[in-house]
């Protein structure tokens, strides 16, 4: 089973990739299953979206070719993204944009936001709202919110907050179980359900 870990944060270095690599190693060290990779926005790696992308443009279809395949592959997501002005970054909006249901459809996603203080509740309530509606991709009920995570997740032990620290690791592997049990899951459905139709191919 393969997990895309989408790392959304444009900056480089960035605490969401520190987070992104962090669950990778996690799965790969916990979950026999499972195979991870991770794909990071930093320095923003795709371009802004524009209407040729829907004209079968050579471009785009060189560009994204092998972001593509490494999504229709995957069996669930992890979307990760830091908290701007409130706000999810341009570059991870703009990478709902690229990909539709034959990539993401009806494949469980776990939303992990990071905050350096107290923050992470509206990248949640933004990304449930807004990033799913044609790409059919599907958020599972948990997610998890890393509140000052300059403190948290750091290999060096002396730069984390030793009790914060344990509880989000414990929680994070907790989830990423739940996460697990959906990809198996949905899979079947998939497999057995009819989820392509070109009559309807947006959603509602």
Not at 117 to 142: F, H, Q, T
């Amino acid at each position: 089973m393969k997990i895309g870990i989408i790392s959304g944060s444009h900056r480089n270095p960035s605490q969401s990739e520190k987070v992104a690599r962090y669950l990778e190693k996690t799965l790969n060290s916990g979950f026999e299953n499972i195979e991870p990779w991770v794909f990071s926005l930093a320095d923003n790696p795709l371009p802004l979206w524009d209407q040729t992308l829907w004209e079968d443009n050579d471009e785009w279809n060189q560009r994204l070719a092998p972001i593509k395949k490494q999504l229709s592959e995957s069996d669930g997501f992890i979307i990760i993204s830091p908290e701007w002005h409130g706000q999810v970054p341009a570059g991870l909006k703009n990478f709902f944009l690229m990909f539709n249901r034959f990539e993401l459809g009806h494949k469980p996603a776990l939303i992990v936001t990071v905050s350096s203080a107290d923050g992470g509740a509206y990248p949640v309530a933004e990304l449930r709202m807004s990033s799913y509606k044609n790409n059919r991709l599907c958020y599972i009920p948990e997610q998890l919110v890393l509140r000052n995570v300059e403190k948290i997740l750091n290999e060096d032990t002396a730069d984390n907050d030793a009790e914060a620290d344990a509880y989000f690791r414990e929680r994070i592997s907790w989830t990423l179980g739940i996460l697990s049990g959906y990809a198996a899951a949905l899979k079947n459905m998939r497999e057995s359900t009819e989820i392509h139709h070109d009559k309807f191919g947006n959603g509602m």
